[in-house]
């Protein structure tokens, strides 16, 4: 299997194992590039903006974000899902593939499971702070109390959310920690710093890469990613219940789960790519993430969005097959036309249409399309969420109630401040930790050198 | 333990076994004891000396160790009698601000009034109240208030005032008093006498929104000025030409309750009357007729005409001068001769030609002695125009020394008065809310708010009702009444007046000499003595020429529903009360018809010149072709800082005809600005999308079938099935019915729920953000044709489902079903994900978006410990970030549930009215036990008109509404009037 021709070389350049550790860890021992820093700074900004805003809301109340009587969640829990979304990249590229034992997964799967922690991260923000009363966020947890006991609705889908994804953020934070021990253990080896190496000295935990250790580790990673794998399709699958379980027009619908998860895979893949495509040409990182890989990648993006196309076309289809008068108007009057047809048709231009592009090879090998895609997909999968949380709850069952929705500045600035956390959060693992897997790569490589002289 | 004793003697004699020896009152007995001194002194031990010594250090040591001294709540130190704390009190009294009248109970708690309701037992209101009544009891709480009395600016006591304004009246001259119309027996004695120590004073009743013209129509054509006693209830077909009788026009909390009676349709009597409308503006009550007529005033002027020389000619009588109108009558005229007796013309122009055509066709058809009343005559709207002119003139000509005013407000309402006002010597202003009059006058003497006075009313001859202080006054005023008292060189206080002439004069002989009888009356608010006569009419044909003058554009001028005639322009309640039809709030507009709008390519927001004053466009639909429509109301300028600035003031438009004041304007002219001006409304979409929302039949249709209309219901009925068990409600099973025959869209239960529950008031910017916090809404939908729409009225609250989709979703269960059927919400628990509202396919939840109290960004009723006296201490005042809606009043119910308990009894069906149900008027909602199969709420869910608000969902909720029946048929021509004479009688 590790030999076949077909596939082609995993790594390129004839790596030896050393050359390999080299290459990767090259970025943590330089100084801080110029673009890095300018980065960072403008992230910063965004987070400060968004800093700013989360106190304005806190302190001043959700009056301050642009969401009403008739259309209770906006830009916030759009937002909320639409990172969630894209925190399902790591999760699906360790651990689906993992699973599925596609080799090519291990130059990327670091990168992606760093960036499904950061997106959690920024995901769990936006329930938490959507909340009216959040100083009384702690009412959602089934504590024993001396008050009946009161305990709390098992029934409500945002009760599961909290469970989910506090669930999820630990076992992809634990995922990915604990992955990255061995590699933390090389560079405590290989560092000179004695910062350095007391820092990764401490978050190596001792490793010695024993075969018992390894035995374990490997061990681990299975159990880890059986649970995440789980994960990925179960927590999505709830986030999609908070829609799902209402009775709203254009919401009750049970394609939901499969179709969030679907998307979630689809713009945790695209974010990816989008990554992935930046990664390598900055840090040079050709050999290891190589032109098949983004191949591969760009394969899977067309397939889930003709999965998306035909989720779309499906609910459109059951809404008008139905029946029923509120579907109808909700998806043909309210979506496909109406006042938000701009919305509806970015959705579906940008994440059923645009990608199948890539059918092309040769716009399936032009990364700058690649690129552009992948951003489009990720604005099309926010349209989607747009789509969802706001047409249906502007105009639904009593025309007296129907209701306009558009955010305000804070709203933006809370969404822009996650950017900031995410840009933040990635440009420090681009700097200080190693962004592809050294130890799953060696893994690879192994097989791949042909039989003659590597360098050492 | 060791053995106490309580004295010597037991010591010796052992204990005394009558006594109960165990228990709090032994116990209590014990401590008592104590401090008995003689006790203290006979056992003279330390052990005795202790437990006295203890005790008091322990009171002192729980007191002092109180982190806050209480600083607001004091307790009585001699508690009165019938004051319990946290038991209301209701007191009977009078509402009456000198324009609308309504006899009223109000809700006492804690020495102040809280909520006011209607009283039952009034002949005239009969439990019923209007938005504006509501609305009234936060003008007591409110700054805007004069709060001492002033002499050219400074503050000066009543004595030094007294001596000043006698001094100034003793030294002659012209002195004109002006008031509202008084329809106290009291008030008119305390100016009798006040005109016999000034001879040469004059009296001029001055009304905001004149009637005049009725009187001088009546005075003309029967000889006598008054206006008759309208009596809906006994009307089968109503022709009103422009009168918004349920709104605004001249007593409307009367009229809705007998007109209410005519619409109401029983399974087994169905029949109701004809109403036909024929109006310029949509006016509420033009949204409930059955056939609606938008005409310009010039053409309903030719209709009136034609209509009168018509039925002149059936009857035998003389005709009128008119020119033909373009829109046929004959139809009307048919039916208008089929209801001789039983039919009922009303008008609400001021011009007194236009009155007389109503006199004579009422009196052509015989109506005068059923429908109408020459006995029982209304008794507001007393103004006389023509004095009012020649007062304005001599005011003009500076003719006039002395300018009393009371309670009225001419600087805003009359075009004339403002700087007229100004050349009279010597100004002096009573009355309780500033306005632009008093701050105009020299003198300025604090009139009682209502709440805080004495006095009396007659709002129709022959019936009264008294007026009694529900809390001391809060500043330094004093009753106008007493204050002419005392001018006139008198003794008495006002209260003892009124006293006096109730028993000496208004008590049927037999009972003055009963000391009780005042205390009861006092009691039941209201006395019904009977006409003094009856009065058989003698007839004078009038003599008019109706030719009215062409014009591009008529400006039809309206009292809303809400301000009304402005007076009560401080209150935050009314103003953010959308009105009934256009649903817009916190401003006045120039409404204008679809037609002209898209002739002129004019939309909704777009401001226009109109003369030489910007406003907003709205387009309304119904709105006749030709004509625009203004509120009256706005555009105070010295009110409070709710009030002022706060839309545009329409008075300057009135203009005089035949010498009296007339609400429309043929000189007007319009030009588009570039401007725009954002308009609030609290419902942005009119139309039901085909939707069986509010469910309709023709009166035919439904007296073959009674499931006429509601046949979706029947399917929803038999499609309801369900994977869980059926909800069980052992006990009581609260429910509500609306009929939406009865209810006429005034939108008094929204005020009244309001000031029931604490509801925030949140300005014009956050009603435009779709954030106003009125748990009740009245919905208004528009079918069919845009320039003449069928309108729909829908109150929609909580509808308390008993499978309720926001139940399911609140993650910490903070909103839950009892076991009594309510939807509840813990305020304390919500953590505000607004899952629950998102999830109400309703939309009755409400989210508290900012802190609405002690904060400087909401300046209206909930800033000031003042305003806050209001509030309803049995309902929570919510915190930001929590979601409220309506708990069907649950404070109501477990107020009387343990009511009936502590008496041992079972509540009686209608016992319990949340707040809504109590005010209504026309008595459209009705609430009770669903598990009792005999309670009207039961019956009415019985009833094949009853459906329940998109019951396909499945959502089981406990309101039901019946459907509308109108009295026409669907496609009904405005000239097909054969076979819709139905009446009953």
């Known amino acids: 299997m590790y030999n076949t021709e077909v596939r082609g070389p995993l790594i390129l350049g004839n790596k030896s194992l050393g050359r390999i550790t080299t290459d990767i860890t090259a970025p943590l021992y330089e100084r801080p590039k110029f673009w890095w820093m300018v980065g960072l700074g403008i992230s910063s900004i965004m987070m400060l903006l968004g800093f700013w805003a989360i106190y304005v809301t806190i302190a001043t109340g959700i009056g301050t974000w642009g969401v009403n009587n008739t259309v209770g969640w906006g830009w916030a829990i759009i937002n909320f899902v639409w990172w969630i979304g894209i925190g399902h990249a790591g999760t699906a590229f360790s651990i689906f593939l993992l699973i599925l034992r596609q080799e090519w997964r291990s130059s990327i799967n670091r990168a992606a499971e760093a960036m499904t922690v950061v997106a959690v991260g920024c995901a769990a923000i936006f329930p938490a702070l959507h909340m009216g009363r959040i100083w009384d966020a702690f009412f959602i947890l089934p504590y024993p109390n001396t008050r009946g006991p009161l305990w709390v609705n098992y029934n409500s889908p945002l009760f599961w959310d909290f469970i989910a994804i506090s669930a999820y953020l630990l076992i992809s934070a634990s995922f990915w920690y604990l992955g990255m021990i061995p590699d933390f253990a090389t560079i405590r080896d290989n560092t000179t710093s004695k910062v350095k190496k007391a820092v990764y000295g401490f978050f190596a935990m001792g490793w010695r890469g024993s075969v018992g250790e390894w035995k374990r580790y490997e061990g681990l990673s299975y159990i880890l990613g059986g649970i995440a794998a789980v994960l990925v399709v179960s927590v999505h699958s709830i986030v999609s219940t908070d829609f799902a379980v209402s009775v709203e027009p254009g919401w009750h619908t049970t394609i939901f789960p499969p179709y969030f998860v679907v998307g979630a895979i689809f713009s945790g893949f695209a974010m990816v790519m989008t990554l992935m495509i930046l990664l390598r040409r900055i840090y040079k990182l050709e050999d290891f993430v190589t032109d098949a890989h983004l191949d591969k990648v760009a394969k899977i993006l067309v397939f889930v969005s003709l999965i998306m196309g035909s989720a779309y076309l499906t609910e459109i289809f059951v809404a008008w097959y139905s029946g029923n008068e509120y579907e109808i108007f909700t998806f043909f009057h309210n979506r496909i036309t109406g006042e938000f047809t701009i919305q509806f048709w970015a959705m579906f231009i940008f994440n059923a249409i645009v990608p199948q592009l890539m059918w092309f090879r040769k716009i399936r090998s032009n990364l700058l399309v690649v690129f552009i895609i992948s951003i489009l997909i990720n604005i099309g999968m926010w349209f989607e969420r747009f789509n969802i949380v706001v047409t249906s709850l502007s105009k639904d069952y009593l025309p007296s109630a129907w209701a306009s929705y558009s955010p305000t500045f804070v709203e933006v600035a809370v969404y822009l401040g996650t950017l900031g956390i995410f840009i933040f959060g990635v440009l420090l693992f681009f700097k200080y930790i190693p962004m592809i897997a050294i130890s799953e790569v060696k893994a690879v490589n192994k097989f791949q050198v042909k039989k003659g002289k590597s360098e050492k | ?985």
């Open chain 2, 1 to 985: 333990m060791e053995k106490h004793w309580r004295s010597l003697d037991e010591y010796k004699n052992g204990p005394d076994l009558s006594e109960d020896q165990s228990g709090e009152s032994a116990h209590k007995n014990a401590v008592l004891d104590l401090l008995d001194s003689k006790v203290v002194d006979a056992a003279g031990s330390r052990r005795d000396f202790l437990k006295l010594f203890g005790f008091s250090v322990a009171t002192a040591a729980v007191v002092s160790s109180c982190e806050k001294p209480v600083q607001k709540a004091i307790p009585y130190v001699i508690k009165p009698e019938e004051v319990t704390p946290g038991k209301a009190s209701y007191y009977a009294t009078t509402f009456f601000d000198g324009t609308e009248y309504g006899s009223i109970l109000v809700k006492v708690r804690d020495g102040r009034p809280i909520k006011i309701e209607g009283n039952q037992q009034s002949p005239v209101s009969r439990g019923g109240t209007s938005a504006r009544i509501q609305a009234s009891v936060l003008n007591l709480y409110d700054e805007a208030r004069y709060k001492a009395p002033a002499v050219d600016g400074q503050e000066v006591s009543w004595e030094e005032l007294d001596a000043l304004v006698m001094e100034r009246l003793d030294e002659g001259g012209r002195t004109v008093m002006v008031t509202p119309t008084i329809i106290s027996p009291s008030t008119r004695e305390v100016i009798r006498q006040f005109l016999l120590k000034y001879p040469e004073a004059q009296w001029i009743r001055y009304d905001e929104v004149s009637a005049s013209g009725i009187r001088e129509a009546h005075r003309s054509v029967f000889g006598e000025p008054v206006i008759p006693g309208y009596h809906f209830d006994r009307a089968a077909y109503i022709l009103s030409f422009d009168a918004d009788f349920l709104g605004t026009w001249i007593a409307p909390v009367e009229f809705a309750r007998d007109y209410a009676f005519t619409r109401s349709v029983d399974p087994g009597q169905p029949v109701m009357s004809k109403h036909v409308q024929v109006e310029q503006g949509m006016s509420m009550t033009g949204s409930n007729a059955d056939q609606r007529i938008p005409v310009t005033p010039r053409e309903m002027q030719l209709m009136m005409g034609n209509i009168y020389n018509q039925v002149a000619a059936a009857t035998g009588n003389p005709s009128v001068s008119s020119l033909p109108s373009v829109t046929p009558v004959e139809g009307i005229v048919q039916d208008l001769l089929a209801n001789r007796g039983t039919s009922l013309v009303v008008c609400g122009s001021n011009d007194p030609d236009l009155q007389k055509l109503v006199a004579g066709i009422n009196y052509m058809l015989g109506n005068y002695g059923t429908t109408l009343d020459l006995d029982r005559t209304i008794q507001l709207k007393q103004g006389d125009d023509r004095e009012v002119a020649a007062l304005f003139d001599a005011l003009e000509r500076g003719e006039v020394d002395n300018l009393l005013m009371a309670n009225v407000n001419p600087a805003y309402s009359s075009r004339e008065a403002g700087d007229a006002i100004k050349k009279a010597g010597f100004t002096l202003y009573m009355g309780a809310s500033i306005n632009e009059t008093g701050n105009l006058c020299g003198v300025v003497c604090p009139d009682h708010h209502y709440l805080e006075a004495w006095g009396d009313a007659e709002p129709v001859a022959g019936s009264y009702s008294l007026q009694q202080p529900c809390i001391h006054p809060l500043f330094n005023s004093r009753a106008y009444q007493d204050s002419l008292i005392k001018w006139a060189g008198r003794d008495r206080t006002y209260e003892d007046l009124v006293k006096y002439i109730w028993t000496s004069q208004i008590a049927p002989p037999a009972e003055r000499e009963d000391e009780n009888w005042w205390t009861r009356t006092l009691q039941a608010g209201y006395f019904e003595s009977g006409p003094s006569g009856t009065r058989s009419p003698s007839f004078q044909p009038p003599e008019v020429r109706i030719d009215p003058v062409e014009s591009a554009w008529t400006l039809t001028l309206y009292p809303p529903v809400g301000l009304n005639d402005g007076r009560h322009g401080n209150n935050p309640w009314l103003h953010e009360l959308p009105d009934p039809v256009s649903k817009v709030c916190w401003d006045n507009y120039l409404s204008v018809s679809p037609a002209d709008a898209e002739e002129n390519g004019w939309q909704d927001e777009m401001v226009v010149l109109l003369n030489n004053t910007e406003l907003p466009l709205v387009i309304q639909p119904g709105q006749a072709k030709g004509t625009i429509s203004l509120a009256l109301g706005y555009g105070r300028t010295v009110a409070g800082k709710v009030g002022e600035g706060v839309g545009v003031n329409a008075f300057p438009y009135v203009t005089w005809r035949n010498g009296q004041r007339v609400y429309t304007n043929e000189r007007v002219s319009l030009e588009l600005t570039s401007g725009t001006y954002p308009i609030a409304r609290t419902q942005t979409h009119h139309s039901m999308e085909g939707r069986p929302i509010v469910r309709e039949a023709s009166l035919e249709a439904y007296r073959e079938d009674p499931n006429a209309g509601n046949h979706f219901h029947l399917e929803a009925e038999a499609h309801h099935q369900t994977l869980y068990p059926e909800a069980k409600f052992d006990g009581y099973h609260w429910g509500l019915a609306i009929d939406l025959n009865r209810c006429t869209g005034c939108n008094n239960c929204v005020v009244s729920c309001i000031a029931e529950n604490n509801v925030a008031t949140v300005g014009k910017e956050e009603v435009k953000n779709r954030r106003i916090m009125h748990w009740m809404r009245i919905d208004r939908y528009y079918s069919d044709d845009p320039e003449n729409p069928r309108v729909f009225h829908q109150p929609v609250m909580c509808q308390h489902c008993d499978n309720a989709p926001c139940e399911n979703v609140c993650p910490v269960s903070a909103t839950m079903h009892s076991n009594e059927g309510l939807n509840q919400v813990a305020y304390v628990r919500c953590i505000g994900t607004k899952y629950c509202i998102n999830n109400c396919p309703y939309r009755v939840r409400r989210f508290n978006w900012f802190k609405y109290v002690n904060n400087e960004e909401f300046n209206f009723n909930q800033n000031s410990d003042l305003s806050r006296l209001v509030l309803n201490p049995d309902v929570t005042v919510r915190e930001r970030g929590v979601v409220e809606k309506c708990s069907l009043c649950v404070q109501r119910i477990q107020e009387k549930k343990m009511e009936a308990k502590l008496e041992n009894r079972e509540l009686v069906d209608g016992e319990i009215q949340p707040a809504c149900v109590q005010s209504c008027p026309s008595g459209a909602l009705v609430f009770g036990n669903l598990n009792d199969p005999d309670s009207k709420v039961s019956r009415m869910k019985q009833n094949e008109r009853n459906y329940y608000l998109l019951e396909q969902l499945h959502t089981l909720p406990s309101v039901g509404y019946l459907t509308k029946i109108r009295n026409t048929a669907l496609n009904m021509e405005p000239e097909d009037h054969s076979g819709h004479n139905e009446h009953g009688s």
